[in-house]
């Protein structure tokens, strides 16, 4: 009987002498395949910045978990202040704040960075375990790496993303080293309280235990009982069943997915959403035409990982994580066949091109630079919000959602209208924002009606507002702009509102 899962080579049995000599003449063309796993992931990252949107707001909140208190209550906005907050990323908050305590937003690059290449590094080993050679493991890791690239901003979701690779690699090589299965039930306790993702933690063991039952390995049964212990251990957080609950809530959302481009169906209109039906069609010709059954195990978990992230494009990263690991455990090549890629090249030469990437991206990493916020993030209005600091205490400001984490982090005295946490605002809030942000029917009724003080304008898609302000100058006036855009504060203060 077939089993998809298990590897080629025993890793366990003792070197031949002519392999345990052929691993001694390091680095060889393994080593440089490898390093080439991590390494490109790890220089792309640097290579580009950081987005403040999702990741800047989690700066402030993690501090006050540092503080000894977990938020609960929104307490940032003026238009839903009170309501309750499920915070389900306070861990991976908190380690972002701790993060930025060490060095600012050059350490949360090369953060991402370190989670980035860890994460490759994990699905390469994965592949390995599930039989394919060096350079397919590798190749295959890199084209996961591609399809999901714009998937990779540093948020709390790249903390599960890690966990998730660390799941992927325990699962390929169970067959092998089946006392590892027992790290998911610590897994799933530090994904539950690091991201909503956490769910996928006893998917992956429920789906390994159905190909194992397609197997028919009597071992589904312990991955019965680790997907039972796993499940359990996800209720260890401060919210209980309620962080399941949160997660329901946010894929359900009407709001969010009208709103928010990540949580909208697939579609063709960006290039991870392209390669992601691109390499779904590539597999799926390879497996036709490749003349051997498929396992359906195999079937299994790329069909659920599939229709996975058709619901919403924020699901395609894992199918760019499964997709290599699975393939790999169909490509298992020749002994002698992977011995004759070993022998190739040159000591010198593979630590010539090991060397100069990762010279490269050390010399990319942001600590020797000292940049500037400006030139590490995007969506990150510093000049604006430098602006804003200096409005008295507790003015009520209208900016653009996706500016709002900054202004919450680097202004954190002026509440806000909105901001990237789309899932506790109700839809009368959100329609009033676009509203106001197209400078539609009744926009200066309702900033009265909120008692808004300042308004930050988007020179890049506010423009209709941006003019409207601009031309009644005996309501608002323009005290300070800059690339990014325009705050006006009103001229004449408003009456109280609750």
């Given at each position: 009987m077939a089993h998809s899962l298990l590897p080629a080579l025993d890793t366990s049995e003792p070197l031949r002498p002519d392999a345990a000599a052929r691993r001694s003449a390091r680095p060889n063309l393994d080593d440089v395949w490898a390093s080439l796993a991590v390494l490109v992931p790890v220089l792309v990252s640097l290579a580009t910045r950081l987005v403040a949107t999702d990741l800047a707001y989690h700066f402030r909140a993690g501090e006050q978990v540092l503080g000894g208190s977990i938020p609960r209550t929104e307490t940032w906005t003026f238009t839903i202040r009170g309501v309750t907050w499920v915070d389900q990323q306070w861990g991976a908050q908190a380690l972002l704040a701790l993060a930025h305590r060490g060095g600012g937003l050059a350490t949360i690059a090369v953060l991402r960075a370190a989670l980035i290449g860890v994460t490759f590094g994990l699905i390469y080993l994965a592949c390995r375990a599930r039989g394919a050679a060096p350079r397919s493991a590798s190749l295959l890791s890199l084209g996961g790496f591609l399809v999901c690239l714009q998937t990779l901003s540093m948020r709390p979701q790249l903390f599960g993303v890690a966990l998730f690779a660390v799941s992927l690699w325990i699962l390929a090589g169970r067959r092998h080293r089946p006392a590892r299965l027992w790290l998911f039930p610590v897994i799933a306790l530090a994904w539950a309280n690091l991201h909503g993702s956490f769910v996928l933690a006893p998917l992956l063991v429920l789906v390994a235990m159905v190909e194992d039952l397609i197997d028919r390995d009597p071992a589904w049964r312990r991955l019965a009982l680790v997907a039972g212990v796993?499940?359990?251990?996800?209720?260890?957080?401060?919210?209980?069943?309620?962080?399941?609950?949160?997660?329901?809530?946010?894929?359900?959302?009407?709001?969010?997915?009208?709103?928010?481009?990540?949580?909208?169906?697939?579609?063709?209109?960006?290039?991870?959403?392209?390669?992601?039906?691109?390499?779904?069609?590539?597999?799926t010709v390879w497996l036709v035409r490749r003349g051997t059954p498929v396992p359906w195990g195999s079937l299994l978990w790329l069909v659920t990982f599939f229709v996975l992230a058709l619901p919403a494009?924020?699901?395609?990263?894992?199918?760019?994580?499964?997709?290599?690991?699975?393939?790999?455990?169909?490509?298992?090549?020749?002994?002698?066949?992977?011995?004759?890629?070993?022998?190739?090249?040159?000591?010198?030469?593979?630590?010539?091109?090991?060397?100069?990437?990762?010279?490269?991206?050390?010399?990319?990493?942001?600590?020797?630079?000292?940049?500037?916020?400006?030139?590490?993030?995007?969506?990150?209005?510093?000049?604006?919000?430098?602006?804003?600091?200096?409005?008295?205490?507790?003015?009520?400001?209208?900016?653009?959602?996706?500016?709002?984490?900054?202004?919450?982090?680097?202004?954190?005295?002026?509440?806000?209208?909105?901001?990237?946490?789309?899932?506790?605002?109700?839809?009368?809030?959100?329609?009033?924002?676009?509203?106001?942000?197209?400078?539609?029917?009744?926009?200066?009724?309702?900033?009265?009606?909120?008692?808004?003080?300042?308004?930050?304008?988007?020179?890049?898609?506010?423009?209709?507002?941006?003019?409207?302000m601009q031309a009644d100058p005996s309501d608002w006036r323009l005290a300070s702009e800059d690339e990014d855009g325009v705050l006006f504060v009103r001229v004449h203060s408003t009456p109280d509102v609750p």
């Open positions: 796993c499940t359990l251990a996800t209720l260890a957080n401060p919210f209980g069943p309620g962080a399941w609950r949160y997660v329901w809530d946010l894929g359900t959302n009407p709001v969010i997915r009208a709103s928010v481009t990540e949580w909208a169906p697939m579609s063709v209109a960006t290039f991870s959403e392209v390669a992601f039906f691109a390499t779904a069609a590539g597999i494009r924020r699901g395609l990263i894992w199918w760019a994580l499964v997709a290599p690991v699975t393939v790999a455990g169909l490509l298992r090549e020749p002994a002698e066949q992977a011995e004759s890629a070993t022998r190739g090249g040159s000591r010198r030469l593979n630590a010539a091109v090991i060397g100069a990437i990762a010279g490269a991206a050390l010399v990319l990493v942001p600590w020797w630079r000292s940049p500037s916020d400006a030139e590490l993030v995007t969506e990150a209005p510093v000049g604006l919000s430098a602006a804003t600091s200096q409005l008295p205490a507790g003015s009520r400001l209208l900016a653009p959602q996706p500016w709002g984490s900054w202004f919450e982090f680097a202004s954190p005295s002026t509440p806000l209208f909105v901001d990237p946490r789309i899932e506790l605002y109700p839809p009368g809030v959100w329609s009033d924002y676009l509203t106001v942000r197209t400078a539609g029917t009744g926009w200066r009724e309702i900033l009265d009606r909120y008692g808004v003080e300042a308004v930050v304008v988007d020179r890049r898609t506010w423009g209709p507002l941006l003019a409207e």
